[in-house]
């Protein structure tokens, strides 16, 4: 597609529940990324993928996020025993180049998780 | 305690107004971006600048990196409603790109 894909746009879940967050790079981009937009706060680093290197997980906030990138493409966030905390807009991006100072990064219109 | 400080979080003003919003750091980076997210949307890249006391300007938007690359502000000049939105500043370090918390700018027509 001509940018980057996210699905559900809205996601409401039972507090335990898991959740699972889909992202369309734009084609051809090997470096993609997910953050974390909470009311008042800044982007937070979730992960990043780039081509077929190990991820860099270090943003991930607990051992119960995770993220898969198949393909080098399609990357999923998963979410298990979603806590109320984790209410956020979730954002994927992607850029052609790899992350640098100079990286143009593309964000996705985000997944909105709301847990009840 | 967020590394990048963006100040005024919020601001609102009428339109053909100037404003200036300001991004603050303790820390050096390599460059800075600035974006601008509009609800529902995801942030969308306005300049990245590399250079201490580089000055870029995009039609009515100033953007100044200082001279000892740990601040950068945005000057808007005229404002228009079309310029609502959260404007994100990030820093890169050690290709680590970390993000302000924003601020919400309201142009009133």
């Known amino acids: 597609g001509a940018g980057v894909s996210q699905s559900p746009s809205n996601k409401v879940t039972e507090k335990g529940k898991d959740v699972e967050l889909r992202c369309d790079p734009i084609?051809?981009?090997?470096?993609l990324y997910w953050y974390r937009q909470s009311l008042g706060q800044g982007l937070e680093f979730l992960i990043y993928?780039?081509?077929?290197?190990?991820?860099?997980k270090s943003g991930l906030p607990s051992d119960r996020f995770s993220a898969e990138r198949t393909g080098g493409s399609v990357s999923t966030l998963t979410i298990q025993r979603t806590q109320q905390e984790d209410s956020a807009v979730y954002l994927c991006?992607?850029?052609?180049?790899?992350?640098?100072?100079?990286?143009?990064?593309?964000f996705g219109n985000g997944t909105r998780l709301t847990v009840t | 305690t967020q590394l990048l400080e963006q100040s005024p979080q919020f601001l609102s003003i009428q339109e053909g107004e100037n404003l200036t919003v300001y991004c603050n750091s303790s820390?050096?980076?390599?460059?800075l971006q600035w974006y601008r997210q509009e609800p529902g949307e995801g942030p969308v890249l306005l300049v990245t600048v590399v250079t201490g006391g580089e000055v870029k300007k995009l039609k009515r938007l100033t953007f100044q990196f200082g001279d000892a690359r740990k601040d950068s502000s945005l000057h808007i000049t005229a404002a228009q409603p079309g310029d609502t939105g959260l404007y994100l500043c990030?820093?890169?370090?050690?290709?680590?790109?970390?993000f302000g918390a924003g601020t919400r700018l309201t142009v009133k027509p």
């Open positions: 991006a992607s850029s052609l180049a790899p992350r640098s100072a100079r990286a143009r990064i593309h």
């Open positions: 820390s050096v980076f390599s460059s």
């Open positions: 993928f780039q081509g077929n290197s190990a991820p860099d």
């Open positions: 990030a820093g890169a370090r050690n290709n680590d790109m970390r």
């Open positions: 084609s051809g981009h090997t470096a």
